[in-house]
């Protein structure tokens, strides 16, 4: 069971390149999420998508866009990379509790850096 | 809209100092509350989960959290540190109005140091 998978792991870009971050999860979760991380500032929510076919902004969605592709799979894209942009990104699936609330699972990370 | 505040950024204790990291959130109605960890070179995990019921919950690794809404707070313990416990440390809570769609929103973390 491999749970949240990433990729790639790490990746350097140089300004204005476009990527794309893949993200699969294997638990048959509706929910996923992108998240990054940046010191000092904690986990900040890009975008999520609450089931299949759905997508909604987070808090900092500006410079991505997402893909909710089928169940199993959500990718980032930075269409035009920017130096703020470098930071640790994490994707994310949740189940749902009895009560409603979301229990995240999140995968090993990728790093990303914008020269 | 939902905020959560750590004001702890960095803590360090030597073992078996007792711990406690702050954890208040904004939003005043049902709320469900989380801790994940993030362990050195690993991905988060969850710690502990508050739904409903006792307000204090336990956790992995001898953890434990205690909601107090009048104080909108839920902050993390540990009678004990380790070692191991050495990590960073996020408090977490969906925003308000979003039920199994939860837009979920992390403080900014408290990086615990643990001198052996």
């Known amino acids: 069971n491999a749970g949240v998978t990433q990729t790639p792991k790490f990746q350097v870009l140089k300004t204005g390149q476009s990527m794309t971050l893949q993200c699969a999860q294997d638990m048959n979760h509706n929910s996923m999420y992108w998240y990054r991380q940046d010191p000092g500032m904690g986990l900040r929510l890009i975008y999520y998508?609450?089931?299949?076919?759905?997508?909604d902004k987070g808090e900092v969605p500006n410079g991505y866009n997402v893909s909710r592709l089928n169940k199993r799979e959500f990718s980032l894209r930075l269409e035009s990379a920017a130096p703020s942009q470098t930071s640790v990104y994490f994707c994310?699936?949740?189940?749902?509790?009895?009560?409603?609330?979301?229990?995240?699972?999140f995968g090993a990370g990728s790093r990303l850096t914008v020269l | 809209a939902q905020s959560v505040s750590q004001h702890n950024h960095h803590v360090i204790l030597s073992e078996a100092a007792s711990l406690e990291l702050g954890c208040n959130y904004s939003?005043?109605?049902?709320?469900?509350l989380f801790w994940y960890v993030q362990y050195p070179g690993q991905h988060l995990q969850l710690l502990l989960k508050y739904f409903s019921g006792d307000p204090l919950v336990k956790g992995i690794k001898g953890f434990e959290a205690e909601f107090i809404k009048s104080k909108f707070s839920f902050n993390l313990r540990k009678p004990s540190v380790q070692w191991s416990d050495t990590a960073e440390y996020f408090c977490?809570?969906?925003?308000?109005?979003?039920?199994?769609?939860?837009?979920?929103?992390f403080g900014s973390g408290t990086r615990l140091s643990i001198r052996p």
């Open positions: 977490a809570v969906p925003s308000p109005g979003y039920s199994s769609a939860s837009k979920i929103i």
């Open positions: 998508s609450a089931s299949e076919g759905t997508t």
């Open positions: 939003y005043g109605g049902t709320v469900n």
């Open positions: 994310a699936s949740s189940s749902v509790h009895g009560s409603g609330a979301n229990v995240l699972t």
